[in-house]
């Protein structure tokens, strides 16, 4: 039987539910996910699905992006009175 791309994901994040449950409270009032959320995040490989990938591509892309906040400083007058 095929199963769809990230299937594996989807029941691993199924079954942190309980886990989720027992710490809505805490999370709800905090607006964090407590340590224990965290800790099965990491362990269950779901954290790391949750990022983005990096590519040298965005290195670059980064690296541009300062290049370039760097020179619109130079080009910005200085503020009123400095």
Known sequence: ???????????RAR???P???READEIERTR???GPVVSAL???GLYR???????AAARRRSGFLCRCRKRSRRLTP???GA
């Open 1 to 11: 039987m095929n199963r769809p791309p990230g299937f594996d994901l989807v029941e």
């Open 15 to 17: 079954a942190l539910a």
């Open 19 to 21: 886990l989720i449950m």
């Open 32 to 34: 964090r996910l407590t």
């Open 42 to 44: 990491i362990e269950n």
């Open 49 to 55: 699905a949750l990022l983005p990938k990096v590519s």
């Open 78 to 80: 200085p503020p009123r």
